[in-house]
């Protein structure tokens, strides 16, 4: 679809009664990472820290990224994961994973990060009360690359997806490599041919193939289903999602194995209630203590992923599954029952014909808050916006800020309460009602029938009874 190329930006809607208040982080564009209240102010700004995804830690600390690799060499490696403090110092920092000798550069200690990490206290990376992350200890979960060989997936190089256990003082102390776990992945005969002949290539350095693109990992934390004596829910198990075969997993800390999934076929009978999960991301176990607790909440992308029998939309099975618009989904993840959702339909448009309209194709992410509200970054067009159980819109905010792609994208948000923040005093909050877009004009554009404008008190009444407010000195000249 085409978009607009004029449109607000900022807070556009606020209802304070209805939204649970706090702060949203955010990376803004190349400008850093920016922390903004209800209103759309910006009220601080860690310049040049780069978020793969910012995130907040109680006391105004921020866990982001200095640096990236050279794209010539690497595919999203960030340099290190640091977190620093509201002043914009580096209190701690991780980057001794592997040695770099990319041409042209001097050589390197680089985390190779990417995507997403959870530090101890907290399972997800997002408030829950009760579990605040740590901040002056702790180990950190880190999602990290890594340039691998496995004959058995393909004959080219793979850029594979590891997760590694770092504790305070920088050391790996555990490590889990997603290529070794193949024949635990489910996929049949036609979509290991895909991937053997062409697992992703991303045309960079080595020309490694992407093929699995974790973008998500969280620990399950303590839930309901290991209460009732199911291991495959362990509190110290991970969940990840791979967004380039539309797989969903968890596996066990101590073996390494997979022991729950959803995907990469979802044409099963158990699953075909769910339709294709497609490009998904940020899955992750609502955490104890918010409502839906122990249920999987993902961004189900829609876009394109795969690999599998060939189509129309795939004439060599590679992305072969497409959908062209996007759902937030909360799954039992026992009866794989979908126990609320947000689509195109809960969002008011019309389905198929303008499901469109709710539609990131990459990046993206839904946190559930602790009033039953989610938050949901659509990061393709930069916007981030809050809805109730009931699918109300009750937030909305679009990101002004542009990046060298000409794109206002917003890889993932989280809210945070204002506590967390006590740099800060409490802000007022305002509501901030839905403009009618319809009758809304920038300033000295005409609307309809504007040929017979009457103005009342500062609104202008157009002949068949719209309005649209504006002060006595805006109103269009009279002679």
Known sequence: MGHPTIY????TVYNPDKAWSGYTIFQAADLGALLIDMSGREVHLWKGLRGFPNKLLPGGYVLGSTAERDPKHGFQDEADLVQVDWDGNIVWQFNRHEWIEDPGHEPQWMARAHHDYQRSGNPVGYYVLGADPKTAEGNTIILVHKNVHNPKISDKPLLDDSILEVDWEGNIVWEWNCHEHFD???FDEQ???VLFRDPNTRYFGSGAG???HINSVSVLGPNRFYDAGDE?????NLIWDGRETNIIAIIDKKTGSIV?????????PEYRHLGWIIGQHHAHLIPRGLPGEGNLLV???GGWAGYGSPNPASPFGQKNAVRDHSRILEIDPLTLEIVWQYTPTEAGFLAPLDSYRFYSPYISSAQRLPNGNTLITEGADGRIFEVTREHELVWEYISPYKNKRNTNMVYRAYRVPYAWVPQLPKPVEQAIEPLDVANFRVPGAAGKGAESVVVVNGTFSYGDG????ASIDERPNQD
Do not use: I, Q
Not at 260 to 268: E, I, M, Q, R, V
Not at 466 to 469: D, I, L
């Open 466 to 469: 719209a309005a649209c407010v």
């Open 210 to 212: 992407d093929w699995m």
């Open 260 to 268: 729950w999934k959803l995907g990469p076929d979802y044409s099963a």
């Open 191 to 193: 979509a290991k041919n």
């Open 299 to 301: 961004f189900d992308n």
């Open 8 to 11: 607000p930006t900022g807070a």
């Open 184 to 186: 635990e992945l489910g």
């Open 232 to 236: 495959r829910f362990h509190p110290d």
